[in-house]
Nanobody, 123 residues
Framework: QVQLVESGGGLVQAGGSLRLSCVVS????????MGWFRHAPGKEREFVARISRSIGSTNYADSVKGRFTISRDNAKNTVYLQMNSLKSEDTAVYYC????????????????WGQGTQVTVSS
């Protein structure tokens, strides 16, 4: 059984930074593409960022490009999301997810999900 556990969420002022972490256990971490999604009240879950399993190529939603950075440490079975210049509209529950393959923007293409961590940005 694959388990994903996120941490690092919290309350931060607009313009501040947070780093989210997601530890993966149960299967070989390096075989998964890893993604971050977020879900804000009254909105649909949306793609935030993704990093590939092999060469570590990355993709970002337009809304976070230039502010967020996704990275992974295969030795620690961990994926990170560094979030800078946070805005109130970044407030959401953030989820990490693992996929074998498929469209990286589609949440239904991901096989495993964490429980989520709340990020609240005050203006």
């Amino acid at each position: 059984q694959v388990q994903l556990v996120e941490s690092g969420g919290g309350l931060v002022q607009a313009g501040g930074s947070l780093r989210l972490s997601c530890v993966v256990s149960g299967r070989t971490f390096s075989t998964y593409n890893m993604g971050w999604f977020r879900h804000a009240p009254g909105k649909e879950r949306e793609f935030v960022a993704r990093i590939s399993r092999s060469i570590g190529s990355t993709n970002y939603a337009d809304s976070v490009k230039g502010r967020f950075t996704i990275s992974r440490d295969n030795a620690k079975n961990t994926v990170y999301l560094q979030m800078n210049s946070l805005k109130s509209e970044d407030t959401a529950v953030y989820y990490c997810a693992a996929q074998i393959g498929g469209s990286y923007r589609a949440s239904y293409e991901y096989d495993y999900w964490g429980q989520g961590t709340q990020v609240t940005v005050s203006s």
